[in-house]
Nanobody, 128 residues
Framework: QVQLVESGGGLVQPGGSLRLSCAAS????????IGWFRQAPGKEREGVSC????????YYADSVKGRFTISRDNAKNTVYLQMNSLKPEDTGVYYC?????????????????????WGQGTPVTVSS
């Protein structure tokens, strides 16, 4: 059974850091890409970052470049999103999802419909 479980969200002050985890089970990361998405209240879900584990490619939304880093731990079958210099506009529910269409063209990494399994989300609030 395929499962993705996010954790690590919480309340943080502007300028602070959080590390989100996406633990995968029922499949191995070697054969898929994993994306991070977020959804702020009243807004559409948007792509944050993607790790194409088949070729090691990483992609980031312009709004998080230089502040967020995506990585993985093979032994734990887990993908991480390190978020630094957080801003209030980073607030939202963060989801990880699996993409079987690998390798992913750079222009398509944030296409929601290409992802087949989603986690339940972990909330992130950036506020003073």
């Amino acid at each position: 059974q395929v499962q993705l479980v996010e954790s690590g969200g919480g309340l943080v002050q502007p300028g602070g850091s959080l590390r989100l985890s996406c633990a995968a089970s029922g499949f191995h990361l070697d054969y898929y890409a994993i994306g991070w998405f977020r959804q702020a209240p009243g807004k559409e879900r948007e792509g944050v970052s993607c790790f194409s584990t088949t070729d090691g490619s990483t992609y980031y939304a312009d709004s998080v470049k230089g502040r967020f880093t995506i990585s993985r731990d093979n032994a734990k079958n887990t993908v991480y999103l390190q978020m630094n210099s957080l801003k209030p506009e980073d607030t939202g529910v963060y989801y990880c999802a699996r993409n079987p269409h690998v390798p992913i063209p750079e222009r398509q990494w944030d296409h929601l419909n290409d992802y087949d399994y989603w986690g339940q989300g972990t909330p992130v609030t950036v506020s003073s």
